[in-house]
């Protein structure tokens, strides 16, 4: 997924904010825990949280709000500055609480949480003003994401609006609803409601596939939805379009569900702007849950770690290992930044063979992830001829990412991986035994400079040799 999507989020946006510390006495004045503070942090919270994943997955975000003019409010504006929200369709109404909730935490528990905020509907003069910024700018975004924290932003008549308007303009719009009453998100391309909000919705008790295909028909029928989903928590995601469909779950352990309802309608808003199907879609958010509620708090998800997660259940597809340069930049600086060490070499692997494979896999043990630059078939011919390669880029990439040791493959035009050493600057460049005492490209990019004996007899010129009869 290398196209990077415009997206707008409109909701309600908060700061969660913690104040973590130890707990070693009671107070004389009540029976109560006496909290000694040893920092604090604050994080988006609400829509925010869905701003931030979107963010994390590679996305351009728009938002749009109606805040207070108070100091929460301007340190919230901070934060989705210090992220990279350009766009800021906020409307300031006096006397409002900007919502932040705070939250103490001793020895990783919560003792006490305590919020400040506004929760009845926006002055009618707010909904207009905001409409009127999101009718000025719904042509920059590819899909809108509406998230219905229930504090007042999303109005019945202005939710409505957008929703007409981005039908009007033939754009997705993807609510995440709040309450037991759907009527006002009529009209959306789809809902995320999760299994105990879609029972109060429906007054079904979903408890069997029937009852579950029931309350997505419900759904789908009063809201006038494109498409009827239902998210299950451990049981995955079910969908209705044409069929009923069930997407199983990915988890391996669940530590914390915080926020994983954020990053599911993050997910799918992603997946659907680069033109993914529902159903990949559907796959897609599922991962990036696994993900995420292996984590402790609200938490965001990243591409690359949805990758490493799809391979480590060994459901990844080769070609999904398959980057470009602009691809490979990204994951390379992920990477860096998780204290990981990036192993690359080079070749054209024309013919695979067990030289090739056992060659990989003493590079990947050098470090964390194995990135191999693969010279593309102009860049083989002119290195070996018109004769070579054997086998096309697609397949010798395609073969190659399907090895366990390899993490990545970028395929090359050049006749030597200069440029891309370059921009990789990986801390181990490994290269083959052959080239003791001779320059090798790239080596003032990389940390170290690790030299691999081949295999003995194991070539793709002996290979081809052989297929040829030409040795026994």
Not at 30 to 43: G, L, M, R, Y
Not at 210 to 217: G, I, R
Not at 319 to 334: E, P, R, W
């Amino acid at each position: 997924m290398s196209v990077k999507p415009n997206i707008l989020v409109v909701g309600d946006l908060m700061i969660d904010h913690y104040l973590w510390g130890d707990t070693n006495r009671i107070s004389p004045e009540a029976p109560v825990q006496v909290v000694d503070i040893k920092n604090e942090s604050s994080v988006l919270g609400g829509a925010g949280n869905v701003i931030n994943n979107l963010v994390s997955l590679g996305s351009d975000v728009g938002v749009a709000s109606v805040i207070g003019d108070d100091e929460t409010a301007i340190e919230l504006k901070g934060m989705l500055k210090s992220i990279g929200i350009k766009n800021k369709l906020i409307v300031t109404q006096h006397g409002r609480k900007t919502s932040k909730k705070s939250r103490v935490i001793s020895s990783n528990q919560q003792i006490l949480r305590y919020d400040k905020e506004s929760k009845e509907d926006i002055l009618s003069q707010s909904e207009d003003a905001l409409f009127d910024q999101i009718k000025d700018k719904i042509d920059l975004y590819d899909l809108v994401v509406l998230s219905d924290y229930g504090k007042g932003v999303l109005t019945s008549k202005l939710t409505q609006n957008i929703i007409k308007l981005a039908k009007d303009k033939s754009k997705s719009i993807l609510v995440d609803p709040k309450g037991s009453d759907y009527s006002k998100y009529k009209g959306a391309t789809l809902l995320t409601p999760n299994k105990k909000e879609a029972c109060e919705a429906t007054s079904i008790d979903i408890k069997d596939e029937e009852s579950l295909s029931k309350a997505l028909h419900i759904l789908k029928k009063s809201c006038d939805l494109e498409i009827s989903m239902i998210t299950l928590s451990e049981d995955g995601i079910a969908l209705l379009q044409d069929e009923v469909q069930r997407f199983p779950t990915v988890a391996k352990e669940v530590y914390d569900v915080t926020g994983a309802g954020d990053t599911v309608i993050a997910s799918i808003a992603y997946a659907l702007s680069v033109g993914k199907s529902i159903g990949e879609s559907a796959v897609f958010a599922n991962l990036a849950a696994g993900v995420v509620v292996g984590k402790i708090g609200s938490a965001t998800v990243t591409q690359d770690e949805i990758l490493e997660y799809e391979a480590s259940l060994h459901k990844s597809d080769s070609s999904a290992h398959i980057k470009t340069f602009n691809d490979i930049d990204t994951i390379v600086k992920n990477a860096k930044f998780s204290g990981k060490k990036v192993v690359f070499t080079n070749g054209c692997f024309d013919i695979l063979h067990v030289g090739h494979v056992k060659y990989l896999q003493e590079a990947k043990s050098f470090g964390d992830i194995l990135i191999v630059g693969l010279n593309s078939d102009k860049s083989v011919k002119r290195l070996k001829g018109d004769s070579r390669p054997i086998n096309t880029q697609d397949d010798r990439a395609y073969l190659l990412a399907a090895l366990e040791a390899v993490d990545y493959v970028v395929p090359f035009d050049e006749d030597t991986p200069y440029d891309l050493i370059k921009m990789i600057e990986p801390y181990t460049l490994v290269k083959g035994g052959d080239y003791e005492g001779k320059e090798v490209v790239g080596t003032s990019f990389a940390n170290e400079l690790k030299l691999v004996d081949f295999v003995d007899g194991k070539s793709t010129t002996n290979t081809i040799k052989k297929i040829q009869g030409d040795i026994c």
